[in-house]
């Protein structure tokens, strides 16, 4: 469930005036969105925001959603600054005294805890593989096991954590086994829901190596169901994306399967 939406817009940006949460295609200023090379391999460049759009069509996507965007944020230090009056006034509201001597310091860290929740949006794939990637004629089944993961739902802003299986059979290349922990974190650590993460990942790893077939499976416990709600505290969530031959070949799947039993 993605929330409710402004009418007419379906999660996508409105061309026209940037009011009421829409992005206007034209000059990048006050925070709007410029859209430069309107045509196939183009770039979108919206305010501090690229993204490229790539095989993976991904130009439906909201913008921080998608996997080809690279993220040119501001200055971390300018972005602290704002995001503690956000959070002063937030306290203010629940009827705290921010001038107390526990809550003298509570918004700046805060912000830069948040900044750090959502380090995700400043990296690339291109930057975590480092040139990590090497041909190695391996077309066996590689598994990385229980991947300690930590994310935001973007439902409530509350954490969900689990940890997150990562499958491929090569195709002439492999990736350096601390990447793919790398990929997992690039991922969790934005706003997300857990059934996108899964697919980011599993897309993620197509990109990077291009193997015969990806599956992820990501096992999380979600604070929101835990802390709120239904407060279920031993309620977990499976979810899984298969491609390629993990999809298309049953004994691939099984095999796969079998593995993580």
């Known amino acids: 469930m993605n929330g409710d939406r402004p009418e007419g817009t379906n999660g996508r940006h409105k061309s026209g005036d940037a009011t009421n949460g829409h992005h206007k295609s034209g000059d990048a200023t006050n925070g709007r969105h410029k859209s430069v090379d309107g045509e196939d391999g183009e770039q979108e460049v919206m305010g501090p925001l690229v993204r490229r759009r790539s095989s993976l069509a991904h130009a439906k996507c909201m913008f921080h959603n998608d996997l080809e965007l690279d993220h040119r944020p501001t200055a971390k230090d300018k972005l602290v600054g704002r995001m503690a009056d956000s959070y002063r006034d937030l306290l203010t509201s629940l009827g705290e005294d921010v001038n107390r001597d526990g809550l003298l310091k509570t918004p700046e860290r805060a912000a830069k805890a948040l900044l750090y929740f ?14 990590a990637v090497f041909n190695e004629e391996h077309d066996e089944m590689v598994i990385v096991k229980e991947i300690e993961m930590f994310s935001m739902c973007e439902h409530h802003l509350v954490p969900f954590m689990g940890k997150v299986s990562v499958a491929y059979l090569p195709r002439g290349l492999v990736l350096g086994l601390s990447k793919v922990a790398r990929i997992v974190e690039i991922y969790s650590r934005r706003l997300q829901v857990q059934e996108r993460l899964t697919k980011q990942i599993a897309h993620a ?6 193997p015969s077939g990806v599956a992820v499976t990501i096992e999380a416990t979600h604070m929101c169901m835990v802390m709120r709600g239904v407060q279920k505290i ?28």
């Open 118 to 131: 959502t380090k995700g949006y400043d990296q690339t794939i291109q930057e975590v593989l480092n040139e």
């Open 234 to 261: 031993n309620a977990k969530t499976v979810t899984s994306c298969m491609l390629g031959v993990f999809r298309d070949d049953p004994k691939t799947r099984e095999e796969y399967l079998a593995l993580m039993r």
């Open 205 to 210: 790893l197509i990109e990077a190596i291009n």
